[in-house]
């Protein structure tokens, strides 16, 4: 383990509590942390310097500087590990609930380069998901796409979607390892990508997952489906990212004046 009086702790020692100011010391401390943290300079891992220790400099108690960690640990900015300490956590990219964002958005988004590596592209007949999202006739074809997504050269996804043949027949003959499926549906077949519910679990990797994302804790599965304007089913996709990269924030808006 490392020893928490390096010089890279140090840094903690720069928040400043100012005792007569209207701001509770503990909401003064996150913000002096976030500050230090979210630029993305500290490394993962750097450990925070002892309770006690950052208790004395910064002139508060351990309850106070506990409520802050509490925050910042909720935040997935720092992580607590019993016995061992409180850490710098590894930055992890943060899904935007409220924006249905294709995956190529999504990583430019946060200023990374997106890339694919298309696993597999055939046409498949319905699966029972198939048919009871689409509605189709039992004849009906789907494409079906897998690709490895991934954010500066890094597999952080291994998605696998199914897209009726027939609202986009000769996909085929697109690029899908360097272009976004979005972007092709909606420029090239006319359909406007709408609105998508999602349904987000956690499972143990699979070999597959392990091979290919090399993820080795929880993988994060999130089922979409998608709809155009006309409310035409398009897209049911399962993607699967890398926990320990990725994670998922929902943002809710609680309706007001209701009666319980
Ligand atoms: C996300 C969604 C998928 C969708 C994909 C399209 O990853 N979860 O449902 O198929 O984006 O990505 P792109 O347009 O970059 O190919």
Do not use: W
């Not at 019993?82 to 990583?107: C, L, N, W, Y």
């Not at 007949?125 to 890094?154: C, N």
């Not at 006319?190 to 679990?201: D, F, K, P, Q, R």
């Amino acid at each position: 383990m490392k020893h928490a009086s390096t010089s890279e702790s140090d840094v903690f020692f720069r928040i400043r509590v100012d005792k007569i100011s209207p701001v509770p010391a503990y909401a003064q401390i996150t913000e002096g942390m976030k500050n230090l943290l979210q630029p993305g300079s500290i490394p993962a891992g750097t450990p925070l310097p002892p309770e006690r220790v950052l208790c004395e400099r910064l002139g508060v108690s351990r309850m106070t500087l506990r409520q802050a960690c509490e925050a910042l640990e909720r935040e997935g900015l720092i992580e607590s590990h019993r016995g061992r300490g409180t850490f710098v956590a590894p930055r992890r990219m943060t899904k935007k609930q409220q924006e249905m964002r294709s995956f190529t958005e999504e990583i430019r988004s946060r200023g990374q380069k997106p890339s694919s590596r298309l696993i597999v592209f055939r046409n498949v007949k319905q699966s029972p998901e198939d048919s009871e999202f689409f509605g189709l006739p039992e004849t009906e074809s789907f494409y079906e796409i897998e690709r490895l997504r991934l954010a500066d050269d890094v597999p952080i996804a291994l998605e696998c979607i199914h897209i009726p043949e027939y609202l986009c027949p000769g996909l085929d003959r697109f690029n899908l390892v360097s272009h976004s499926i979005y972007q092709i549906l909606e420029e090239n077949y006319g359909l406007v990508l709408a609105h998508c519910s999602e349904e987000i679990s956690a499972v143990a990797p699979t070999k597959k997952h392990k091979r290919l994302l090399q993820a080795n804790g929880a993988v994060l599965v999130v089922n979409r489906r998608t709809y155009t304007n006309k409310e035409t089913p398009v897209e049911l996709a399962t993607t699967a990212y890398r926990g320990d990269l990725y994670r998922a924030v929902v943002h809710s808006i609680r309706k007001t004046g209701e009666a319980y």
